[in-house]
T-cell receptor, first 114, second 116 residues
């Protein structure tokens, strides 16, 4: 069985603060893929990043960075110098190598105040 | 259009009525998914299609729910005898053939269903 836990239901920050969204996953598979998606108020989920289980290298894309740690089964997402446009619900997802079905966490609602 | 298209965007119906939700995936995407998003519940998997066949229907919550896909393209999710607990946003997503991509899903904007 596979499971994704996003313990933070809602986070509220003021613009320019850094914020980290937590994602903890469970799987017995050795091959798996982790994803982050963003759902802005308009509703459409948008893919942000994918990581496979063999690549623990952290990634940075502009103000976004991702920290993948197999030792703690975590794939955390940090936004540096947050902006109002970052306000959205962020979902972490897991797909194991033997399945075509991604499992999503419950999402974390990020509110960035001006 | 270039993206996943869903219709209707909003549907209000009375308890006991049947509803049909439509999804038009991105051209060439052989994989198609239906998820349900309820308030505070995240994304609940309903059904997965590969081409016209549905190898995984494990997420359909009851036999009132069914889905089909024709021509390897458009999919219809049907809910019979709707109940108030069916109220949710129904999301459709499509993906390129497995092995050809990263496994990224492309989502539509969803169909918001309200059962009175």
């Amino acid at each position: 069985a596979q499971k994704v836990t996003q313990a933070q239901t809602e986070i509220s920050v003021v613009e320019k603060e850094d914020v980290t969204l937590d994602c903890v996953y469970e799987t017995r598979d050795t091959t798996y893929y982790l994803f982050w998606y963003k759902q802005p108020p308009s509703g459409e989920l948008v893919f942000l990043i994918r990581r496979n289980s063999f690549d623990e290298q952290n990634e940075i894309s502009g103000r976004y960075s991702w920290n993948f740690q197999k030792s703690t089964s975590s794939f955390n997402f940090t936004i540096t110098a947050s902006q109002v446009v970052d306000s959205a619900v962020y979902f972490c997802a897991l797909r194991t190598g033997g399945s075509y079905i991604p499992t999503f966490g419950r999402g974390t609602s990020l509110i960035v105040h001006p | 259009g270039a993206g996943v298209s869903q219709s209707p965007s909003n549907k209000v119906t009375e308890k006991g009525k049947d509803v049909e939700l439509r999804c038009d995936p991105i051209s060439g995407h052989t994989a198609l998914y239906w998820y349900r998003q309820s308030l505070g519940q995240g994304l609940e998997f309903l059904i997965y299609f590969q081409g016209n066949s549905a190898p995984d229907k494990s997420g359909l919550p009851s036999d009132r729910f069914s889905a089909e896909r024709t021509g390897g393209s458009v999919s219809t999710l049907t809910i019979q005898r709707t109940q108030q607990e069916d109220s949710a946003v129904y999301l459709c997503a499509s993906s390129e053939p497995w092995g050809a991509n990263t496994g990224e899903l492309f989502f539509g904007e969803g169909s918001r269903l309200t059962v009175l």
